[in-house]
Every structure is written in C-alpha cells, then in structure tokens.
C-alpha cells in the first residue's frame, strides 16, 4: 500500500489494478488516460464495465496481498461507471474502507486526507445508485491539508455561508458538481486561494471572479470554455491556471498580460 499519495488510485498498485480492468474491458490503457476524468469523454462504460464484470472479479482476487486496494480501486470504478453493486460486492468495499484498518501505513501528514478520500469512497458507495455515475473530487491541495480551511462540493459551500465561515476558507473544490455557471455566492469567501471548478459544464467565467483578489490558483479543466475575460490581469496574486479540456481554438491573450502567472497547463484543447 502506498503511503506517500493518499488518493484511491495514488499508488504503483492501485494504478496496475486499475489498469488490468480497463485492459479487460478491451481498452487501451493510454488513450483511457487521456479522457477518464471527463465523465463525456470517458471511454470506460457502464456497460464495458458490467459486460467484463466477472472478468474484472477474477482480476481484483489476483492481488491477494493487496486484496484491501484492490478492492477500493473497484469501488471506485463502480462509481465512475454507475455499474451495478450487488450487496455482496457492496459489503466487501465497505469493509475495506474502514481507516481504523490501515492508520499504520500511513505517514502523519496524510493521514487526515486519507480520512477524507476514504469516507468520501465510503460514502458514495453507501449511497450508489445504478447508472449514476458519481466521480469523487480530487483535492489539488493535499500535504498536511487543513480542513478547516476547504470547502468541498456546494453542501458545503452553502452550509459556510449559512454559518458565516466564508473568511476562513482558503480552498474550494467543486469539481464534478454539473454547474453551467459559477455560484454567486461563491465571491463572498474573500480569502480564498486556490478555487478549482474542473469537469463542470461552465461557458463563461463572469467579470466578478476578479473580486476573489487573493486568489493563486485557478482550475477550470473540463468545461466548455472558448475564452477567458480580460479582467484576469486583476487577479495580481494568480500563479496557476489549468484550462485543459475545454474548447480553446488558441490560447487567450490574456495569459500574456497576467503579472503572477507562473504555470499554465492548457493540454489537451483544439488549439
């Protein structure tokens, strides 16, 4: 098991299984890659997925020394797919994603991610439903991460609000959340500094986002953006921005004229 990336797939093992499955699925594993995080792009399917089931089964009971990974991988993969969950298979994911069981591997700064990734897995699996296909948030920030500090999902972010937190959150995450335009309320968490939106549905980024003046990084992978309002350059604090998988024709010039912009991860887009 891994003990340096608390993520259900971070590890060399948990990358290998996930890779065998899609090798059964008759997928090739790079061009998997390049799409598996955008649910319209994926080419891992519900019913790829449930067709290979009994295969993918045999794969998981080969790991046997690392049946405990094995086993989150395909919880993981059930979600993503919104493939069915029998209860037998349902009971075997659940009791492997109990943290109790595995605090020993982990180092101390990852413990209270792990926590996170695994309720988060614990959690969706509870509450799966068949053909709904759920991906779990990936947190950009992640080392010693002070979750005091993030907001994850818009549940959160409305429950910060409602409790008048907004000035002590300094990371947002709300990825995955179908959103086709950012939350108004959103712009009152002044102290934000890392806000990520990936794999949503947006079209526009509003002049308003300029209001989150602290802000450092930017991720919008995955939308259905064309281009980016000028007003950036306000954003004097911005050192990274991902614009991947969106529908750039060419790079906004307004990545020229950003003062703070140290990385810009543009790949892949129809440039």
Not at 18 to 23: C, D, F, G
Not at 167 to 189: G, M
Request: glycine share 2%; with cysteine.
């Amino acid at each position: 098991m891994t003990t340096d990336d608390a993520s259900i797939l971070g590890g060399s093992v948990q990358r290998d299984i996930e890779s065998h499955i899609v090798h059964a699925c008759s997928i090739d594993y790079e061009e998997y890659l390049k799409y598996k995080d955008d649910p319209r792009k994926n080419p891992l399917t519900q019913t790829l997925f449930e067709k290979n089931f009994k295969y993918i089964i045999k794969i998981i009971d080969t790991y046997e020394e690392d049946n405990w990974v094995a086993y989150q991988v395909l919880g993981y993969l059930i979600l993503r797919t919104g493939s069915k969950l029998s209860k037998s298979i349902k009971k075997k994911i659940l009791f492997r994603t109990d943290f109790k069981k595995e605090d020993n591997f982990w180092l101390e700064e990852f413990i209270e991610l792990r926590k996170f990734y695994l309720n988060d897995l614990r959690n969706s699996i509870s509450n799966h439903e068949n053909g709904k296909c759920t991906y779990l948030p990936e947190l950009v920030e992640f080392e010693n991460a002070d979750f005091s500090k993030i907001c994850v999902g818009i549940d959160q972010l409305n429950n910060c609000i409602k409790n008048k937190t907004t000035e002590s959150i300094s990371y947002i995450e709300l990825a995955y959340c179908n959103l086709t335009e950012i939350p108004k309320e959103l712009y009152n968490f002044k102290s934000l500094k890392t806000l990520s939106l990936r794999y949503n549905s947006l079209k526009v980024i509003p002049e308003e986002i300029t209001q989150l003046t602290e802000l450092k990084e930017l991720y919008l992978d995955g939308n259905d953006l064309e281009n980016l309002p000028r007003s950036l350059i306000d954003l004097k604090q911005l050192n990274i921005l991902a614009i991947g998988n969106n529908n750039f024709k060419q790079l906004p010039s307004v990545l020229k004229e950003i003062p703070s912009l140290k990385r810009i991860y543009a790949w892949p887009n129809p440039l």
